[in-house]
């Protein structure tokens, strides 16, 4: 691993300043992607500004309609966290399955949103439950937020500092893991909305994150069965594209049982 400089501020402003006064620096948050890619020579940054300890990065809290998470919240916290348990049990379970105990101990929300790895857990939930990430320049809606492989609409120096979710009635996640690392070799995250709006995300099974309209009308039909036809599906050593697809439909099948007996 090169050498970089390490930065440790609480004050977004100075991050930013930090940002700005140095060339090739990175955020640094939970550092478990950030730094297994500087070890294996992927990226090379020359300066961390670790946004981990910065207030409105650690917030949690919810309205009558929303819960809001700081993006330096950790997988654990939020799996453990009686305000996520009980505003959207799904995505307190999500949690609870990714990686394994140390990831989740170090691993942040939004360091995973801001990564959008495409088989990462939070994606699916956060363009379910109609997230949108609050940026120190703007909200996006998750639906412009993921632009697809390892990409999202974040631009040079914008830091993400919270996810806002807006609360459904019921919600679930189902996954099939890979078996060493946990990442999901699918998962499909189903929120149900008031007057019937139903929102399914599927996760492990393309180039990124997507909308699965027609699980959203196979819910409300149980006769259907919903297919996935897309050009991006992802095929690799781990598993083939058509067995993602086939664990996309089991699961689907899973979480909406789920919903269907609390
Ligand atoms: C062994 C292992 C197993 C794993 N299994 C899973 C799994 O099952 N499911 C899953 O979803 N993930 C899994 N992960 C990934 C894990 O969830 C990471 O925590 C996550 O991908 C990145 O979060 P982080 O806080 O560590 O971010 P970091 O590694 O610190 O940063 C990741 C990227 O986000 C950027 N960034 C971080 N914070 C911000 C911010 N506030 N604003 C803007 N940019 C920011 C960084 O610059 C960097 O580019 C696994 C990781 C490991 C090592």
Sequence with gaps: ???????????????????????????????????????HGLIQPDHLIDVSKIPDLQVLNETSDHLMIGAAVKH??????????????????????????????RGTIGGSIANNDPSADYPAGALALKAVMVTDRRDIAAEDFFTGFYSTALEEGEILSQIKFAKPMKSAYAKFKQAASGYALA?????????????????????????????????????????????????????????????????????SKQIQNN
């Design 1 to 39: 691993m090169n050498t970089f400089q390490y930065h440790l501020t609480d004050h977004l402003k100075l991050a930013k300043d930090i940002f700005v006064s140095n060339e090739n620096a990175r955020f640094l948050s939970g550092g478990m992607t950030l730094l297994p890619s500087m070890k």
């Design 187 to 255: 998962g499909v995250f189903i929120a149900v909305y008031p007057d019937q709006e139903i929102r399914v995300a599927v996760t492990g099974v393309g180039a990124g994150v997507f909308r699965w309209t027609e699980a959203e009308q196979a819910f409300l039909n149980p006769k259907m069965k919903p297919s996935i036809e897309r050009d991006d599906l992802i095929s690799d050593l781990h598993a083939p594209s058509a067995y993602r697809v086939n664990m996309a439909q089991v699961l689907f099948k899973q979480a």
């Design 76 to 105: 654990d916290q939020v799996a453990n966290h009686p305000i996520v348990q009980s505003a959207i049990p799904g995505l307190a379970y999500l949690a609870s399955q990714i990686g394994d105990p140390q990831v989740r101990a």
